[in-house]
Structure formats: structure tokens, C-alpha cells
């Protein structure tokens, strides 16, 4: 589990590709401090486990699963990557909970500066629309970012210079893919009330078993 809070840029050194899949060598140094073979590194917002560890790199596989719900398919040496180490229970969880699961992936559109800040228009498609909401929090490239704008077509968010600096954000160009996590918690709860479980048994209280989520059946039950 992680945060989003981006702990250095990373350096991809070497792809090995196979059919499916392929083997990365990345350089780093802050989160090669403590880590251990075995340990979980985000690596642009996917949780990859270290297979090989050296002072100056870390080497990692990746499955034919993440390729193709991810752009890590697209790294080649030289590319850049957003690390972070698994959160610590003991540690401030300064953006949100991030799993390393990454949904899909978007498409840069337009990246617009406003002042100190840079405003990011990124294109996704319907299913991974349906989990961003106004206000609510996303992991673009691993990044915990607050979402400023959804549409059927498109979200926006804006970076302060902070992140710009200590991230791959700014040196994105229109067109260039981004991976993305949506808010867990939206997924939980959809799939708790699309259930046959709890349509059935577990919804013994409710007035109207409800076949979805509608304005309907939340003031039927209480929700205005």
C-alpha cells in the first residue's frame, strides 16, 4: 500500500521484453536506502516487487496482466519513473490510499499553466470515469493528485510547483500516456451494492432491492 507522494524520479537502465512480459532495471537511491529483496516499490503508480537489488539499482518483473493495463510496456531506457516505498503504519498518509493497482490508462490532452500552477486535462475512458468525482482523489503515474473537473470524456487536475518539480508530471507532452488508479473506496462500494448478495439476503431493512444505484431507491431509503 501506498500514498502517492512521489519519493524521487527514478531512471529505467534496461528492459528486458518478452512475449507478454518483460524484466526492468531502474536506477534510484532514496528508496534503495532500506529495501530488501521482496519489498514493494511503486513504480509510476504500479507496485512492482523487487527481484534483484543493487546500491545504484533495483531490477523487477512485470507481469503480461500489468503490460496490458498499464504503459509500463512503453518504458525504454532512459525514461523517466515516480518512486515510492510501501507506506509504513507508523508514517503520515499525506495523500490518499494507493494500492499499486492501476486501473487504465489516459491520455494527456492539454497542459495549461495558470500562474504557479499547471493545469493537466486527462482523456479516460467511461469505465474508469465512473469512479473520479469533483473534489476526489486520483493516482496519475502514481501520483496522489485531488481531482478539479470530470466529464463523460475527461478530468482535470492541477499541479502546484512542488510536484511539478519532484515528479515526471511537467515533462509530459500532449498525447503521452499516463496510468491511472482510481479512489478504491468507489470500487468497494459499487460492488457492494451491485451484488446479488446484497440485493438478496444482506438487504432485508431495505424497502426496494435495488437493481443499481439510483436517486429512486437512495430517497426510498432514507439517503436525500
Not at 175 to 204: A, H, M, P
Amino acid at each position: 500500500m501506498f500514498t502517492g507522494i512521489v519519493e524521487e524520479v527514478g531512471k529505467v537502465e534496461a528492459v528486458t521484453s518478452g512475449e507478454k512480459s518483460a524484466k526492468l532495471r531502474i536506477r534510484a537511491c532514496r528508496v534503495l536506502e532500506d529495501a530488501k529483496l521482496g519489498d514493494s516499490i511503486c513504480t509510476s503508480g504500479v507496485c512492482l516487487t523487487v527481484t534483484k537489488l543493487q546500491n545504484e539499482y533495483f531490477e523487477a518483473d512485470v507481469m503480461a496482466e500489468t503490460m496490458r493495463r498499464s504503459k509500463l510496456g512503453t518504458l525504454k531506457p532512459g525514461d523517466h519513473v515516480n518512486l515510492e516505498r510501501a507506506l509504513k503504519l507508523s508514517a503520515r498518509l499525506g495523500g490518499h490510499i494507493v494500492s499499486g493497482h492501476i486501473d487504465g490508462v489516459g491520455t494527456l490532452k492539454s497542459a495549461i499553466r495558470e500562474e504557479n500552477a499547471v493545469w493537466l486535462t486527462i482523456a479516460a475512458d467511461p469505465f474508469l470515469l465512473r469512479y473520479i468525482v469533483d473534489k476526489g482523489s486520483i493516482a496519475v503515474d502514481g501520483i496522489s493528485l485531488t481531482v478539479a473537473g470530470v466529464d463523460k470524456i475527461k478530468f482535470r487536475v492541477s499541479i502546484i510547483p512542488h510536484t511539478g518539480m519532484q515528479t515526471t508530471l511537467l515533462s509530459l507532452k500532449t498525447g503521452d500516456k499516463v496510468n491511472l488508479e482510481c479512489d478504491i473506496i468507489s470500487k468497494y462500494v459499487e460492488k457492494l451494492f451491485l451484488t446479488d448478495e446484497f440485493r438478496g439476503s444482506t438487504t432485508q431493512n431495505l424497502q426496494e432491492k435495488p437493481e443499481g444505484i439510483t436517486e429512486s431507491f437512495l430517497k426510498t431509503n432514507g439517503f436525500y
